[in-house]
């Protein structure tokens, strides 16, 4: 997803992706998709959700990409995790056949490209006593941890 990438017929990706998703993986972010959140400190900013870039990632490639976690830690009230985001792209065979009867034909091997990425996330912690739990308690680890699992993907795409 991009604000504005302009997709070049001679760029590498096209004989192994073809035209066709290679415009599509880089057209511009639909503006439903962009959100705005209060920042640290004054302002706002802009982002898309990790959900959309699933979705994004499902309807370009299917079944041919994955995400994982591949370190991850806890330091000053952050989790920090490097994610990996991998492709495979399959081989295949390109034949051209020119008017005058002659053929081109161009092998592809598959391959996968792999992208990491820094993620992080605040560790979320009750702000006063409550019935169950006493002020500065982690609310949700897990949660905290798939943030900055997201915040890696959507760093990787």
């Given at each position: 997803m991009s604000?504005?990438?302009?997709?070049?017929?001679?760029?590498?990706?096209?004989?192994?992706?073809?035209?066709?998703?290679?415009?599509?993986?880089?057209?511009?972010?639909?503006?439903?998709?962009?959100?705005?959140?209060?920042?640290?400190?004054?302002?706002?900013?802009?982002?898309?959700?990790?959900?959309?870039?699933?979705?994004?990632?499902?309807?370009?490639?299917?079944?041919?990409?994955?995400?994982?976690?591949?370190?991850a830690f806890e330091k000053d009230g952050q989790i920090v995790g490097v994610g990996q985001v991998s492709v495979k792209i399959p081989g295949r065979t390109l034949i051209r056949e020119y008017p005058d009867g002659t053929k081109d034909t161009t092998i592809f091997e598959g391959l996968e490209i792999v992208k990491e990425q820094f993620g992080s996330s605040d560790i979320k912690r009750y702000a006063s006593d409550t019935k169950d739990h006493k002020k500065g308690d982690m609310i949700d680890l897990g949660d905290d941890y798939k943030g900055m699992a997201t915040d890696a993907m959507k760093a990787c795409g």
């Open positions: 604000e504005d990438l302009e997709v070049r017929k001679d760029s590498p990706a096209v004989p192994y992706l073809g035209m066709d998703l290679v415009e599509k993986l880089t057209e511009k972010t639909p503006k439903e998709w962009i959100e705005e959140r209060p920042g640290r400190g004054p302002g706002k900013f802009k982002y898309v959700a990790g959900n959309h870039f699933v979705q994004k990632l499902n309807e370009c490639l299917g079944i041919l990409w994955s995400f994982r976690v591949r370190d």
